[in-house]
């Protein structure tokens, strides 16, 4: 009997260690965006948190602002003979997302694997579009001249 728990215990220990953990094959492949969807795929520990990570994700994808900088200094001196040329080069890049409510969408996929969720949801242009239009009115409606 002892060793009918022994094999017991030691097959549900090898089962929960040799879970996979790898990553959804439709993860990190999404879905392409088409005439009618949007796509967009995000990862957390729980399917809130997932779900979030998506919808930022397209957020990211449809209103983000990058802006750059460059700058190049070149510096020459000449010292007892010798010269000596220096090449200062600063890059800044900046991005900016606006934050716009966006609703409309559906899960297409959803996997847990280990302790993190994948989602992949899919947005409709149509309903995405209308929510926006709606939103930049009532924002509208409050601005104050």
């Known amino acids: 009997m002892k060793n009918i728990r022994y094999f017991g215990l030691l097959f549900t220990t090898l089962l929960i260690g040799c879970q996979s953990t790898k990553m959804p094959d439709w993860y990190l492949n999404p879905e392409q965006d088409n005439s009618a969807y949007l796509y967009s795929v995000g990862t957390g520990s729980s399917y809130e948190s997932a ?6 994700n397209l957020n990211n994808r ?12 070149v510096s020459a001196s000449d010292r007892n003979g010798k010269s000596h040329t220096s090449d ?5 890049v900046f991005v900016k997302s606006a934050k716009a409510a966006i609703s409309g969408y559906e899960v297409n996929e959803v996997s847990v694997v280990g302790e993190k969720t994948y989602i992949q949801l899919r947005f409709n242009k149509q309903v995405l579009l209308t929510s926006l239009q709606a939103s930049v009115q009532e924002q509208t409606r409050q601005l104050k001249f």
Not at 88 to 92: A, P, T, W
């Open 51 to 56: 779900s979030s990570s998506a919808v930022s």
């Open 62 to 73: 449809l209103w983000s602002e990058v802006n750059s900088s460059f700058y190049n200094r």
């Open 88 to 92: 200062f080069i600063d890059k800044k």
